[in-house]
């Protein structure tokens, strides 16, 4: 089992930034993929940002490619998000993911999955 903890959402001006963070407990990660994924009202959850823990090949979405930045820090387990240039549309509550390698932007390719975390982006 992977136990999976997202912090770091919050409110936000349009054109600030966040930094999320995913620390990971349990079994070891070290030969899994981690995903950043979204979830707005209403909408289906969206793929986000994905990482491959040992390589540290990094995929993004479209829509935050040169925005936000997937990282991972190995030495306490965590992986991070940073969003700048938010806008109103990345409203959202952002899930950590874990899983084998896969297809990278698929919520079904991931395993363990975090509580999630809101980022409220005002205009």
């Known amino acids: 089992q992977v136990q999976l903890v997202e912090s770091g959402g919050g409110l936000v001006q349009a054109g600030g930034s966040l930094r999320l963070s995913c620390t990971a407990s349990g079994r070891s990660i070290s030969s899994m993929r981690m995903g950043w994924f979204r979830q707005a009202p209403g909408m289906e959850r969206e793929f986000v940002a994905a990482?491959?823990?040992?390589?540290?090949?990094?995929y993004y979405a479209d829509s935050v490619k040169g925005r936000f930045t997937i990282s991972r820090d190995s030495a306490k387990n965590t992986v991070y998000l940073q969003m700048n240039s938010l806008k109103p549309e990345d409203t959202a509550v952002y899930y950590c993911?874990?899983?084998?390698?896969?297809?990278?932007?698929?919520?079904?390719?991931?395993?363990?999955w975090g509580q999630g975390t809101q980022v409220t982006v005002a205009s």
């Open positions: 990482i491959t823990w040992s390589s540290g090949w990094t």
């Open positions: 993911a874990a899983g084998w390698p896969g297809t990278a932007a698929t919520p079904a390719s991931y395993d363990y």
